[in-house]
């Protein structure tokens, strides 16, 4: 875990310029602005870029929430996009990522961390931020979809490009969330129950 002082705070108004000086001219992962699972898919391909830019500004102007900002030293470094399942249409539409159940959820879809905050342990602290933020609205479970890093096709390997974006199960287990399903053999339908 980083020594430094760690903050989390959701993307509000006040807040855009970090989530800008974050994700960069790129938009995190190749123009994404972390609207990939927040559109269906044709939306998505036709805004990705200004249009998902755009999207993120109007949910921080008017204070949605759309995720938190994890701060090291006050210097934004890391992004975990979580809410309710249902704001997540693309989510909502996979046949991959199903429901488990009628349960009502808060989804985490997405980690971005900067460069220079990366393999220290950040990950268990943003889970743990956004079960907190998922807890103060209500939530009652925060379910994710990491890579099972130690799966057999896995195991032994590392992780390469932005293969991890939707996190890393041994993280997820860090924190306390167990196994609810499967998508595939590589990725894990995980959830916490708030207590």
């Known amino acids: 875990m980083p020594k430094e002082k ?6 509000t108004k006040d807040k855009w310029k970090d989530m800008v000086a974050l994700f960069g001219e790129q938009g995190g992962y190749a123009g994404c602005w972390c609207m990939f699972w ?11 870029g200004g249009g998902t830019k755009e999207i993120l500004h109007q949910m921080a102007d008017k204070n949605q929430e759309a995720g938190l900002i994890t701060y090291l030293n006050k ?31 808060w989804s985490i879809v997405c980690f971005f961390v900067d ?6 342990g950040l990950m268990t602290q943003m889970l743990s931020g956004a079960v907190s933020h998922a807890k103060k609205h209500g939530a009652k479970f925060v379910e ?3 890579i ?3 799966s057999e096709k896995l195991a032994g390997q590392k992780l390469n490009s932005y293969a991890g974006y939707m996190g890393i199960a041994s993280a997820f287990r860090e924190v306390g969330f167990v196994e609810a399903g ?7 339908i995980m959830r916490y129950k708030i207590k």
């Open 144 to 146: 994710g979809y990491p």
């Open 148 to 150: 099972d890093m130690q």
């Open 75 to 105: 210097k934004p470094v890391g992004w975990c996009s979580i809410g309710p399942r249902e704001n997540y249409i693309a989510l909502e539409n996979s046949r991959i990522l199903k429901r488990v159940d009628d349960k009502p959820v």
């Open 115 to 120: 460069k220079s905050a990366r393999k220290q």
């Open 182 to 188: 499967r998508a595939s053999e590589t990725q894990l």
């Open 6 to 11: 760690v903050e989390i705070h959701p993307l």
């Open 38 to 48: 927040r559109l269906d898919r044709a939306d998505f391909k036709k805004l990705r």
